[in-house]
């Protein structure tokens, strides 16, 4: 199979696992408060998962080196439909009263493993298999072609939840559980796709050079991913630095806060919805996704309508991004209409939407060629670890006060902008 074959068919893969992955998460605030389960509970869920992701993610990366990049990736979608298919059986006990509300979730906690482990293996395979058969001049345009799958899912996923809400099989309700059997469904279809029209791989992995995937960035409703890994899989990956190292620690604080302040405001947007707007849970799963995909078409249209047409530098897209999402993110929190909630959000993530590509490419521009690897591994960690407490601390400061996630969020930022202008130095 040519790589004018294989490209779609990877493109289907990082799309099918971030449509899968945000569509469940657009659901699950209407489901965690049909059962009555905290909503701490629903974004300690994504957080484990998040976790999972990170740690795994590198040791995936690392096997396909020996076992094939085809492995890997049907290793990945099979977690991938394996979790959701789990996910939507312990849900769906749950909504018939099988099992009671905490346990159903706790269970779909255990499900939700499976994929941080197990999901992980996917997008290194798939970005390495790319890198490895287009030139240095075809690489890094295709690759960050296959990254705007994650994107594109960020908005089909949500998108497309809302019509996958099922009714009775027989005596039993499936409902809100809808979702996760479907996009299991998808999994599965992509997975038998991939195993006959992707050709085994094994006997070329040792003559790839420079072809390593990267900690793919955790797909998530935060938005498109980093970019980090266009980095990692086009540059050389000889000199290591750590997070400390002067040349890039500005980068690495910006980007860990900047990284928070959206995963915290994403989490908690399904809770706001639904709270603000007065409706019932089985009834917010509309609004909510139409405020996500609002998000996430801002996002895209920063990075690949507006960022391309202008010649800004990466601290001033970090700038720019900041001042946008502090204004956002707190008009966010003050909103009381779902035309208000879903034009402020969207805002917010168009000032994200500037501030990752800038943040990967200010911490890419600090260093020499040879530490590229390293500080594309450090740019996707900080990224990735921005979910695994985020969510949680969103949606705990939104129990305790319903804007109050979107107002830290928004003087974070804010306080950034000081930080930033005095920390980040423009690079030659």
């Known amino acids: 199979m040519t790589m004018r074959g294989t490209f779609p068919l990877m493109f289907l ?24 389960v905290a909503d701490s509970a629903v974004a300690a ?8 992701w990170v740690i795994a993610a590198p040791f995936w990366a690392n096997r396909s ?19 959701l298919l789990l996910c939507g059986l312990f849900l769906m006990a749950g909504i018939n009263g099988w099992i009671g509300g905490t346990a159903a979730f706790a269970a779909f906690i255990g499900g939700r493993l499976i994929y941080g482990l197990f999901g992980a293996a996917a997008p290194p395979a798939v970005q390495a298999l790319v890198a490895g058969e287009t030139t240095r001049e075809e690489r890094t345009k295709a690759l ?14 949500p998108a497309i939840a809302p019509l996958l809400i099922l009714g009775h099989f027989g005596e039993t309700e499936i409902g809100l559980a809808g979702p996760a059997f479907v996009f299991a469904l998808f999994g599965v279809g992509v997975w038998i796709t991939v195993r006959r029209m992707l050709a085994d791989d094994r006997a070329r992995i040792p003559g790839i050079d420079d072809t390593h995937g990267s900690s793919s960035a955790y797909p998530s409703i935060g938005g498109a991913p980093s970019g980090a890994t266009v980095i990692s899989a086009t540059q050389s990956h000889s000199e290591r630095i750590g ?34 707007l007065n409706v019932a849970p089985a009834e917010a799963l509309q609004p909510t996704s139409l ?57 917010a993530s168009l000032g ?9 490419a200010g911490a890419s521009l600090a260093v020499g060629a040879e530490a590229q690897g390293s500080v594309a591994g450090k740019v996707t960690s900080v990224n990735g670890a921005s979910f695994v407490l985020g969510p949680s601390i969103g949606v705990g400061l939104y129990e305790a006060q319903h804007a109050l996630p979107y107002l830290t969020a928004g003087a974070a930022c804010a306080v950034m902008i000081a930080y930033c202008w005095v920390a980040l130095k423009e690079q030659p």
């Open 13 to 36: 893969v990082m799309l099918t696992i971030a449509a899968g992955n945000t569509g469940l998460q657009s659901v699950l605030p209407a489901l965690g408060r049909s059962l009555g």
């Open 352 to 360: 994200f939407g500037f501030t990752r590509p800038g943040f990967t």
């Open 291 to 347: 405020v996500l995909m609002m998000g996430a078409g801002a996002a895209l249209l920063a990075q690949w309508g507006v960022i391309p047409r202008l010649s800004l530098t990466p601290r001033q897209l970090v700038l720019i991004g900041l001042a946008i999402a502090a204004l956002g993110t707190a008009l966010t929190g003050l909103a009381t209409s779902l035309y208000g909630i879903a034009t402020a959000y969207a805002l």
């Open 243 to 276: 997070y400390g190292d002067r040349r890039i620690r500005g980068w690495m604080i910006a980007g860990l806060v900047m990284g928070h302040a959206q995963a915290m405001t994403g989490q908690a947007i399904g809770f706001l919805v639904i709270d603000r």
């Open 144 to 157: 960050t072609l296959l990254a705007s799958a994650f994107g594109l899912g960020t908005i089909l996923g």
């Open 65 to 83: 080196d020996r076992h094939g990049r085809r492995a890997m990736i049907l290793l990945g979608i099979g977690g991938f439909a394996v979790s």
């Open 45 to 52: 869920a994504f957080s484990v998962s998040a976790l999972l």
